[in-house]
């Protein structure tokens, strides 16, 4: 039979209780600080320790959250952190740091590793890197389809995680920096306030007007993903575990989702067919739900994976409004589906964006008060009109599922089967033997000897419903054998006191699980005196730009500029020919995202794309790729290098350059810099990509959308949110989409303070400037590291006034260059 794991999310012990107790296989859950879901309620250590033992006792494998980017400062906690996770006998850890990646497979060589789909880990080659890295499981990104997934099943031996339910980022994880960027809250670092669930309006760049036929204001929140009529055509990919979304939710929507998968998962494994009765499906729906879409699992694209109306639950239509009394503040409904007092209701309000909620605390049918009303009666319900009402009103609360999923966790559901053996001989000691499918083997022997019956002689009988009292214990006896010698007796007491002692021991063996020997604390120093290869930037200035097509190349080609990274590999070869002219150095840019089709153009054209000698990387697969050929590795900041073991990892590789992380501030990238063993480039100018995205806003957001597919060859689009500020959308060849912070990075003003503290590798990112605009931001600074490079103290009149100009006509920002991220 196959076997496929149900890996449930768990945000508070209640939540940890509610998913084993309704079948997960395994849990992944987070403690206080690392982890990816910061607003959970999360487990301290003491609780970490209780829940591990919990699972454990119970045959569920426990994942340990660690993926969020760590900071040279945080990284002895992380190391402290990692020690007990190893001690209490996790049995993986959950992550996304290269250098939490390299620290862990270095000093804890048997700690499951699997890498999280904040890793981006989204093609091949990027798999086959992170098995040599020593990871066992690898999260793919919700991007992908069923047959992307069969093609790394089948062509490598790393085991695979995808999910199946619960909600969609819209962007590429770990790509993302929409949160960061707005608001200082990271979701890089567990911190996500999800500005893609507000309203934004889609716009045209060129007049600044709204586009007036879209299908509704939230453009980037999708819809919730269900893939439970489906999940046996992911079982048949050779997935190994099924994951469901919602560390955030609340246990009973845990009990419902985890009930509702276990059921039909298990019926497929037995039966091979898929049964999803009316029950569940209806569960899943009133539990919580944005509308639902079977992903791009799935092949649905565009609207079929958005919630444009709302952002939020949607709930289920409960009735229509027939009536309204304002007199006695009533509505009279038409039931669509059953009501029970306790019910939660939503009231969409014309006038307003918002919808009103409410409990149900009476029913009123022919003026009498009713507990519950079926589908298809009349009832009224007490409500004080507050202006105009939608006619459809929707229930978002079902007090009897949330009643029966408490009850489902509220007892000892999750039962273990056991095997034992009881000996009773005369003159010997009560002897009792337990073992489980595990491979744990107790034996334990009582203190009291077995005497000889004078007259009420001990039966099998007896001995077998004492050692069946199991109560209180996840524990049955599938078999039990008892060797009895005729005629004796011993206390029903001493029977049940080595039963409990035996059940003692054999807790103690299954949680720990794994069997590791304890490890004290390793802490790794991230600066290493002894090492000579230690450099930073060795003092090395360079000017470098990155540009999209040939119009921005031909305006930075006139500039003094060291390097021109160019990103359209599709006209490469124009590019290079026209930069030999004069005599620039062009450094191919790999997109963020190559999927194993774009991944063979890249490998059937490498000679060519990689003859000028350098490649810009920006992908785990593209430098598994080119990492042993002759050519000089850049990484990108979509590698999101936070700290000085995640840049030793990838210098191991070979990488000659790094671009680290936007999130960094100043103080922090001086910091990694001066205890660098390869070069660090740091970004100072450009409108920051905040998400990349598999789904186009553009064609999407607009009604007649399949008539205008390459309308963004044509026009320019943003999204224009409550503030009024506008955010570009900047579209490639293979229509992969990024919206770009609405403020250019502009830090123009602390060119002496890089240079200072040898940050001298200085890259400009264009994007969507015009060719004359281009050259006017090259040529100042040009200038301000050519007067700094001089030892003037003082910024230049003519650099003054370019800044004073250029401030008042644009929106700018200064990054996370000082504020940082949460």
């Known amino acids: 039979m196959k076997k496929v794991e149900l890996l449930a999310p768990v945000g508070s012990y209640e ?41 454990h006792i119970r045959g569920v494998k426990t994942y340990i959250t660690v993926n969020t980017l760590i900071s040279n400062n945080e990284f002895y906690e992380f190391e402290k952190y990692i020690n007990y996770l190893y001690n209490i006998d996790v049995d993986a850890v959950i ?27 989204h093609n091949l080659d990027g798999v086959k890197l992170l098995k040599e890295f020593g990871v066992k499981r690898v999260v793919l990104p919700r991007e992908m389809d069923l047959k992307e997934i069969k093609y790394i099943k089948e062509n490598s031996d790393v085991e695979l995680e995808v999910f199946i339910h619960g909600a969609l980022c819209i962007s590429y994880s770990g790509q993302c920096l929409m949160s960061s960027l707005i608001g200082g809250r990271s979701g890089n670092r567990g911190r996500c306030a999800q500005p893609c669930r507000l309203p934004y309006k889609l716009v045209d760049l060129e007049s600044n007007k709204e586009m007036a036929n879209i299908n509704g204001n939230y453009i980037l929140s999708s819809r919730d993903l269900n893939t439970i009529e489906k999940v046996g055509e992911i079982i048949d990919v050779g997935v190994n575990s099924l994951k469901i979304e919602g560390r955030m939710k609340r246990p009973e929507y845990v009990a419902t989702v985890v009930y509702a998968y276990k059921a039909v998962i298990d019926e497929y494994l037995s039966t091979g067919k898929i049964n999803v009765n009316e029950s569940l499906r209806k569960d899943l729906e009133k539990i919580f739900n944005r509308k639902f879409t079977k992903g791009y699992l799935f092949g649905e694209y565009g609207k079929d994976i958005m919630s444009f109306e709302k952002p939020g639950n949607r709930g289920i239509k409960l009735g229509r409004v027939i009536e309204i009394n304002k007199k006695s503040n009533k509505l009279k409904i038409k039931l669509f589906e059953d009501l029970r007092k306790g019910d939660g209701i939503k009231i969409k309000l014309k006038s307003s964006s ?51 999923a408490r009850k489902s966790f509220a007892i000892e559901n999750k039962k273990v089967p056991i095997y034992g053996a009881i000996k009773c001989k005369l003159g010997k000691k009560l002897e009792v033997y337990i ?82 020997k304890y490890m004290d604390l390793i802490i790794n120093e991230l600066s290493d005196s002894k090492n000579n290869n230690i450099q930073g930037n060795g003092g090395k200035v360079s000017l470098r730009v990155y540009v999209n097509n040939l119009k921005q190349l031909e305006a930075v080609l006139k500039c003094n500029v060291d390097l021109i990274y160019y990103s359209n590999l599709y006209d490469i070869d124009e590019a290079i020919k026209v930069s030999e002219k004069y005599n620039k150095l062009i450094v191919p840019a790999l997109s963020r995202i190559t999927d194993d089709r774009e991944m063979a153009y890249i490998r059937q054209n490498l000679e060519n794309i990689k003859r000028t000698g350098h490649i810009l990387v920006s992908n785990h697969g593209q430098l598994n790729l080119l990492r042993n050929t002759d050519v000089n590795i850049y990484t990108d900041f979509s590698f999101n290098i936070f700290n000085n073991m995640a840049l030793k990892k990838i210098s191991d590789l070979g990488v000659k350059c790094c671009t680290l992380s936007l ?13 660098a063993d390869i070069n660090c480039e740091v970004l100072v100018y450009g409108h920051l990509p905040m998400m990349i995205m598999k789904y186009c806003a553009i064609k999407t957001a607009i009604k007649n959308e399949k008539k205008l597919c390459n309308i963004c060859r044509n026009k320019k689009f943003g999204l224009k949110d409550r503030y009024g500020n506008v955010f570009p959308i900047l579209t490639d060849n293979n229509c992969k989409v990024q919206i770009l912070n609405s403020k250019k990075l502009f830090l123009i003003e602390y060119i002496k303070e890089l240079l200072d503290n040898d940050l001298g590798l200085i890259r400009l990112q264009f994007t969507n400037e015009k060719k004359n605009e281009i050259i ?45 991220v949460e």
């Not at 309704?22 to 829940?51: P, T, V, W």
């Not at 003054?800 to 700018?812: L, T, V």
């Open 15 to 55: 939540a940890m209780i509610a998913a084993v107790q309704n079948g997960a296989d395994a849990i992944y859950l987070g403690g206080k600080n690392f982890g990816a879901r910061q607003y959970a309620n999360n487990f301290g250590n003491d609780e970490l320790k209780k829940a591990v033992e919990y699972c």
């Open 95 to 121: 992550l996304q740091d290269l250098g939490v990646l390299k620290y862990i497979r270095e000093n804890y060589p048997d700690f499951e590793i699997h890498a999280s789909t904040q890793m981006t880990i």
């Open 354 to 404: 918002e919808d009103d909620g409410i409990i149900v605390n009476k029913i009123y049918s022919k003026d009498k008060i009713i507990y519950e009303a079926k589908a298809g009666q009349i009832v009224e319900i007490d409500y004080k009109v507050k202006g105009n009402i939608e006619n459809i009103i929707y229930k978002t609360a079902d007090i009897e599922l949330l009643e029966r």
């Open 435 to 516: 073992w489980d499918t595990d491979g744990n083997y107790i034996n334990f022997v009582g203190d009291k000897y077995v005497e000889k019956a004078v007259n009420k002689p001990l039966t099998e009988e007896r001995i077998i419903k004492q050692m069946n009292k199991l109560g209180g214990t996840p524990y049955y006896f599938e078999k039990l054998e008892v060797e009895l010698d005729d005629n004796i007796l011993i206390p029903i007491s001493e029977i049940n006191e080595v039963r409990r002692n035996a059940i003692d021991k054999l807790n103690n063996a299954r949680k720990r699980r794994n069997n590791r």
């Open 663 to 675: 999130e960094l501030t100043f103080a922090q990238i001086r910091d990694i810099v001066k205890n």
């Open 776 to 820: 006017d931001i090259v040529k100042a600074y040009e200038k301000m590291i050519e007067d700094v490079l001089k030892g003037k103290k003082i910024i230049s009149e003519e650099i003054i006034q370019f800044i004073e100009k250029y401030k008042s006509n644009n929106d700018y920002t200064k990054g996370h260059f000082f504020r940082g």
